[in-house]
T-cell receptor, first 113, second 112 residues
Framework: EAGVTQFPSHSVIEKGQTVTLRCDPI?????LYWYRRVMGKEIKFLLH????????ESGMPNNRFLAERTGGTYSTLKVQPAELEDSGVYFC???????????FGPGTRLTVL | EDQVTQSPEALRLQEGESSSLNCSYT??????LFWYRQDPGKGPEFLFT???AGEEKEKERLKATLTKKESFLHITAPKPEDSATYLC?????????????FGTGTLLAVQP
């Protein structure tokens, strides 16, 4: 069974540019989560989808971040415009049930210069 | 406020030298406590879930235990391949989400 996949693995962009991260969850997992780890800090929750609906987006830093999950399959996280403090590793996770074990992808390392 | 604190931040062991990692938590209604392992450049890999005080789970050289305030990850006779960052996270009851609240992790290095 394929695990959670994320694309790209690395992205380096200039401040003010736009970047879109993609996450493909484990097949059949309705729950999809985005997390972020900035250097030296713990992994922090960003938002939670159940199928195509946003269940909780309380962790989204500001309105420069836009997450979508059209059709309830893969998800994208767009940062527009990117700022220096957006640098970090963005993880995606998925689970079968709402309280099920969350399985993580390898992450996307974003560097904003 | 929900909080997870892990100690020590880093631990260096000789191969075969057993030890324990600590995860202290404060959460309003614990649904579950999770242990993950993370290797450099990879995502967290699930190890265990503990749901109630007194529960224990084992996998190879690892054993996780839970009390009402903390969890321990015991590593028995570690090998170099056990070197990784070990992450603890909690999930609480209530609310609309099942987000995980993470600690900052313990970086374990096992020397041959």
């Amino acid at each position: 069974e394929a695990g959670v996949t994320q694309f790209p693995s690395h992205s380096v962009i200039e401040k003010g540019q736009t970047v879109t991260l993609r996450c493909d969850p484990i097949s059949g997992h309705d729950n999809l989560y985005w997390y972020r780890r900035v250097m030296g800090k713990e992994i922090k929750f960003l938002l939670h989808f159940v199928k195509e609906s946003k269940q909780d987006e309380s962790g989204m830093p500001n309105n420069r971040f836009l997450a979508e999950r059209t059709g309830g399959t893969y998800s994208t996280l767009k940062v527009q415009p990117a700022e220096l403090e957006d640098s970090g590793v963005y993880f995606c996770a998925s689970s079968q049930g709402g309280d099920g074990t969350q399985y993580f992808g390898p992450g996307t390392r974003l560097t904003v210069l | 406020e929900d909080q997870v604190t892990q100690s020590p931040e880093a631990l260096r062991l000789q191969e075969g030298e057993s030890s324990s990692l600590n995860c202290s938590y404060t959460v309003s209604g614990l649904r579950g406590l999770f242990w993950y392992r993370q290797d450099p450049g990879k995502g967290p890999e699930f190890l265990f879930t503990l749901y109630s005080a007194g529960e224990e789970k084992e996998k190879e050289r690892l054993k996780a235990t839970l009390t009402k305030k903390e969890s321990f990850l015991h590593i028995t006779a570690p090998k170099p391949e056990d070197s990784a960052t070990y992450l603890c996270a909690v999930q609480r009851y209530g609310g609309a989400t099942n987000k995980l609240i993470f600690g900052t992790g313990t970086l374990l290095a096992v020397q041959p």
